[in-house]
């Protein structure tokens, strides 16, 4: 049977999430014609409904009710882009057993509770894609897992932090202060909400852990 539409809840409409919801509409064709049927984004949940969004979106797709997408029969692909790390376990393990695919941002996540979200998304027959939570833009998740799945990788070796390789470039070019540049790092959207993570290199970290599962089977946590 072909689906008619596939429908999307999409967990966070900060950075990521608006950038999300921006492709979506504006690939409509294409991705209707990749897909089959057209992909529309049906509910989004966010903490605080009254926040201006740089994105339009229609005021009834809007929840802070996480189970509005969760429980939702009609939702099949649900997006996460909220970060967090154990609530949100909790929230993807429900979707995946609620028989929703599941594409996450979350490199934290991922790093940490990978494997068991694997498994379960397995056991569930529903696909998890984490494409986004290292290197997005390259991409290299589904290269190593995929394309590079028959070869045997020696080394691993990547800057794999935005926000620090940009601090660190602006600082030796321009001269510019580390605090300056984080500022400006935190606007263009590289540095996360709190750039703790960042600028301590917990976030660089995790994305090996990832990237490291996938070339050597190495599970690190
Ligand atoms: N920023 C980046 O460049 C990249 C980020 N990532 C990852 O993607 C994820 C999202 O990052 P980013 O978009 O920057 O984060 P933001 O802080 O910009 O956005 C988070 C969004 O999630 C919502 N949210 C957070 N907690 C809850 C909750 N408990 N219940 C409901 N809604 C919630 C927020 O709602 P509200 O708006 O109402 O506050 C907000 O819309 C993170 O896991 C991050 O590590 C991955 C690759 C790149
Ligand atoms: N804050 C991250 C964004 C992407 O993961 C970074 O700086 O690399």
Redesign the pocket.
């Known amino acids: 049977m072909t689906a008619k539409e596939v429908r999307v809840g999409l967990l966070g409409l900060g950075t990521v999430g608006t950038g999300v919801v921006s492709i979506i509409r504006r690939h409509q064709d294409e991705l209707r014609h990749q897909v089959g049927c057209p992909v529309t984004v049906k509910k989004v949940v966010v903490r605080d409904k009254a926040k201006p969004r740089p994105v339009e979106i229609e005021e009834s797709l809007v929840t802070d009710q996480i189970e509005d997408v969760l429980f939702d029969q009609d939702i099949d692909i649900v997006i996460e882009v909220m970060g967090g790390v154990e609530t949100t376990r909790d929230h993807l393990l429900t979707a995946l057993r609620n028989g929703k695919h599941v594409v996450t941002a979350n490199?934290d996540l991922m790093a940490l509770y990978g494997a068991e979200l694997l498994q379960v998304a397995s056991e569930q027959n529903c696909d998890l894609f984490y494409e986004a939570s290292v290197a997005g833009g390259i991409p290299i998740l589904r290269s190593l897992s995929d394309g590079l799945s028959a070869d045997r990788i020696t080394k691993m070796m990547g800057i794999?932090?935005?926000?620090?390789n940009y601090i660190l470039t602006k600082m030796t070019q321009n001269g510019s202060s580390y605090e300056e540049v984080l500022k400006v790092a935190q606007e263009l959207g590289?540095?996360?909400s709190d750039p703790t993570a960042?600028v301590e290199g917990l976030?660089a970290a995790r994305k090996m852990a990832i990237l490291l599962r996938l070339a050597f089977r190495w599970m690190l946590v």
């Open positions: 490199k794999v932090n935005g926000t620090t590289f540095a996360e960042d976030d």
